[in-house]
């Protein structure tokens, strides 16, 4: 029998975890609630069950051999550890690795310095406190159920359908300004590679930044994919300009560098991490015009490229 990987949260990263699952072998099972989203599911070849059919649930948590948590936390706390939690201990399960998908949201605003993973957590929002909160349950019921639990902070996941590329072909891209505002983001397909790199190597209680290693302005980044594109850069905004939505601004509350130490030992033997060797390939694939010089003038370059390939 293939090896299986339950996801809970059929989303935008679900689909990517899937997707590696295949390459490596493995099957993946998404979760959702909506009816019309597992059928979109299914019909792309891959399985999805409602998590709150606890007699499925349960069946497939008894089959998996990894667990990944990508849906995000409530008022109540986190949705998958209110329903996995039960059917694993319904169903007598032990997968060998749990990995909660948290957001570099739990350390707060910086003012453009640098979190590293063992930092106090500082969430200065109700997402970010949220997300907190939910990583206590995964990393406090571990022990206690034998269960090897990994968290992973991520920044804003970029790919296909979700870059400045798409926006800017579409019209709907925004330059939003706010001078010394910077942070990381991350390909969906290397946070999926990330993750998978982990399952090879389960490491209980692990704390993993996974980010792409070059935080930059978003303005920067938007104006420069713009130019690359022969477009005219999108009309200048203020971040505090009431055009400007209320969930755009709380994105910009926040200003931090996220590190992600190069070694890995528990993951690939002293390699880069996954997210880093993958987005240095893509950065800097042949034809890349990066001008030498700065850091912030390579690092704009860099993000901005990984855009422009599609991907």
Known sequence: MSRTVLVFGGG???EAIARRAETEGARAVLTSRSAERRQALEAKGVAALDPEDAEALARSAAEAHAIVIAAPPDARGCPGARVLLPALAAAGAYPDWIGYVSSTAVYGDRAGG???EDDPLNAASIQGARRVRAEREWLEAGPGLGL???IFRLPGIYGPGRSPVDRLRAGTARLVRKPGQIF????????????????ARPRPGGLYNLADDEPAPADVVTEWTARRMGLEPPPETDWTDPSVSETMRRFYLDSKRVSTPAPRPSWAGGRPSPATARGSRRYWRKGDPSPAGRRGTRARSRVAASFLRGG
């Open 12 to 14: 935008y990263l679900g």
């Open 114 to 116: 640098w979190v590293f």
């Open 148 to 150: 090897t639990i990994q």
């Open 184 to 199: 990381n983001r991350i390909h969906v397909d290397d946070a999926a590679s990330g993750l998978f790199a982990s399952m």
